[in-house]
């Protein structure tokens, strides 16, 4: 509730006398954000590789299945696991190119003023057999706004979310069994994260974590941009990490 602080000038005593001055602000930058440690009995995953096939809604640049194929996803007692997605809904881009990976960040890019339902399915590598996965996190980073638009994410299975004490998304009414997160602020390429373990504070409050406790072999996400529909798009990236903290 309180503090003490000494002011002094050394020297000898004359008439003249310095100013002190003050705020409460930190002067220079605030320490990196400590994120959490591995959660406990959490299935930890591998950084998402690029893609052996992407072909999202048929958009290309790959032909055949309309499928994004992450191999070795995670490993399960000595069995590899790939992650598979596929649209649900129609599905516009304004840059297929960018659908895949960034860095160890899953991508996947949306028009401006369209949504997309997206399946997330876990399979054995190679394979179209599911495999169910028990206790992982799934996060979607960089939710931002422009003049002209919102960006908001749903995903539907998932047994808890949590967002940074201090953020810039919003929970939003949603379906049964669905949680919906939109962006407030606006942002540029410039506080984009360079990876899923070396967050700053704005990317934290820019960042949800969905948490899925029972064991499933898929669940469902919608990524939407709000306003008026136009060529322009907005990247959704993604991992399978906790940002913030572990469910209590």
């Known amino acids: 509730s309180e503090f003490k602080a000494t002011l002094a000038v ?5 008439e003249a006398g310095r100013n002190f001055i003050f705020a409460l602000v930190p002067v220079v930058s605030c320490p990196p954000p400590q994120l959490p440690p591995p959660c406990s009995g959490m299935t930890e995953m591998n950084a998402l590789l690029s893609p052996t096939h992407n072909n999202l809604g048929g958009r290309g640049p790959d032909m055949g299945a309309e499928t994004i194929v992450y191999p070795k996803a995670l490993s399960l007692s000595g069995d590899t696991v790939d992650l598979v997605l596929s ?7 304004n840059n297929v190119a960018a659908n895949g990976v960034k860095g160890e960040f899953g991508s996947v890019n949306v028009r401006d003023g369209t949504s997309v339902d997206l399946k997330f399915k876990f ?5 179209d057999k599911s495999v169910e ?4 996190a799934f996060t979607v980073y960089d939710l931002d706004s422009t003049l ?4 908001s994410v749903k995903v539907c299975g998932a047994d808890s979310a949590v967002t940074a004490n201090k953020t810039n998304v919003v929970a939003l009414p949603a379906d049964k ?18 990876h899923p373990k070396t967050l700053t ?3 934290l409050a820019n960042s949800v974590t969905f948490f899925f406790a029972k064991a ?3 669940f469902s996400v919608t990524l939407a941009v709000s306003g008026p529909q136009s060529r322009a798009g907005r990247n959704f990236i993604f991992a399978f990490v906790p940002a913030v903290a572990c469910p209590q």
């Open 10 to 14: 050394s020297g000898p005593g004359f």
């Open 87 to 93: 649209a649900s809904s129609d599905y516009e881009a």
């Open 123 to 127: 399979v054995h590598s190679g394979s």
């Open 133 to 136: 996965v028990e206790k992982f």
């Open 148 to 151: 002209r638009s919102n960006e």
């Open 177 to 194: 069994e669905c949680r919906k997160f939109e962006s407030t602020a606006i942002g540029t390429g410039a506080d984009n994260p360079d």
């Open 201 to 203: 504070f704005e990317q």
């Open 216 to 218: 499933r072999s898929e």
